[in-house]
């Protein structure tokens, strides 16, 4: 898998674990953080895919 | 006496706001000189003047958090806020030293809350405000990241066409005046507000000024001051940039990291979250890297930011302890 995408799990994960953390005033922060950088890391995916295509 | 040792205090806030500038200006100009925009000095004048008008823009929400959202404001002395700034100021020194990663932002919250909790124990610090601070230490990087990473593949889909290379450059070039500035203007927002919030604790400490008070405007003045003054004389004497550090950026990748991380400094300092100015444009930039290819990236830097959100609150903390129990003891 794309190392690159792997980073942006990884990064959505860790935002996955702070949501519960988060104030409730800006828990709405972190649960945008989770879904953006999962696309992110999906359409980097997708890229790495098609480049080896 | 007490006079002497509020004016001392306030000196000490400001020197730290000064170091903060001095620390700091490289953030917001490192990329206007690598790419030639501006002269350093030309730079660190621009950075300057945005670090100070900042305070015309943004409120005062962040000097609040820092004054009574992190420690009960009845816990506070001018032995709290004394040991608190000498415990960050310390924890930065040592780290420097040390050759360990560290976040001035971050040590200053730490330091506030270890000296409270030497004086009064946990119950004196504001678990929601922490709690706050804390995740955002965590965010305020990964939006940066998240946001210049978009905002430069969008770009980047709109002018590979460009069928004048150098005109786009150019177009760059000029832009990255705007981002510099803006990402200068959140800089001098997010981290002067950090000293104005101490001077405010200080102020309700020695019952200057109420909880609930507005921050004086001779605060406001001289902490922006401060900060203006730091990036004035420090900027040009940096020359291992952030820039050049972390990633090779080109005016574009320039203007996209800066107007990110000072969009994410906009947002945090409206909602009055202070969050590490370095680590935010570190992440930007990173996203900026990123979006070239991975090992584009020097992640020995990054990794260090990571370091610093474990070690920074914990290791300033015990540093304003220490230094509130030999205040105690001295006195």
């Known amino acids: 898998m794309d190392r690159r995408a792997l980073f942006f799990f990884g990064a959505a994960l860790l935002c996955l674990a702070l949501v519960p953390l988060t104030p409730d005033t800006y828990r709405y922060v972190g649960v945008v953080m989770l879904i953006w950088l999962t696309v992110l890391g999906l359409l980097s995916h997708l890229d790495y895919r098609s480049r080896l295509r | ?331």
């Open chain 2, 1 to 331: 006496m007490e006079d002497v040792l509020f004016w001392l205090v306030v000196a000490v806030a400001l020197a730290f706001d000064f170091v903060n500038g001095f620390h700091d200006a490289a953030n917001s100009i490192a990329t206007v000189v690598a790419t030639r925009v501006l002269k350093p000095f030309q730079a660190v004048v621009w950075a300057a003047t945005f670090n100070f008008i900042a305070f015309a823009v943004f409120g005062t929400k962040v000097a609040a958090t820092i004054a009574t959202g992190v420690v009960d404001p009845d816990v506070l002395t001018i032995g709290v806020v004394f040991a608190g700034l000498i415990g960050a100021i310390a924890w930065n020194v040592l780290t420097a030293w040390l050759g360990l990663p560290s976040s001035s932002s971050h040590a200053l919250v730490g330091g506030m809350v270890g000296a409270a909790v030497a004086k009064a124990g946990w119950d004196s610090v504001i678990k929601e405000g922490l709690r706050k601070i804390g995740v955002f230490i965590v965010y305020s990087p990964l939006i940066g990241l998240a946001l210049a990473f978009s905002l430069f593949v969008i770009v980047s889909w709109i002018v590979h066409r460009a069928r004048q290379p150098r005109r786009v450059n150019r177009t760059f070039r000029v832009l990255q005046l705007g981002s510099a500035a803006a990402f200068s203007l959140g800089h001098g927002a997010n981290d002067a507000q950090k000293t104005m919030g101490v001077i405010l604790a200080l102020l309700i400490a020695t019952g200057r000024a109420t909880e609930h008070a507005e921050v004086p405007l001779w605060v406001v003045l001289s902490a922006h001051a401060s900060i203006a003054l730091g990036t004035l004389l420090g900027g040009w004497r940096i020359v291992r940039t952030m820039g050049t550090r972390l990633t090779h950026l080109q005016p574009m990748g320039g203007v996209c990291a800066e107007s990110s991380a000072a969009s994410v400094l906009f947002f945090v300092s409206a909602k009055g979250i202070p969050v590490s100015t370095t680590h935010t444009i570190t992440g930007a930039i990173v996203g900026v890297g990123s979006a070239r290819r991975l090992s584009a990236v020097r992640w020995g830097v990054a990794r260090r930011v990571v370091w610093a959100w474990v070690l920074t609150i914990p290791g300033a903390a015990a540093v304003a302890a220490l230094t509130y129990w030999i205040i105690s003891l001295v006195s």
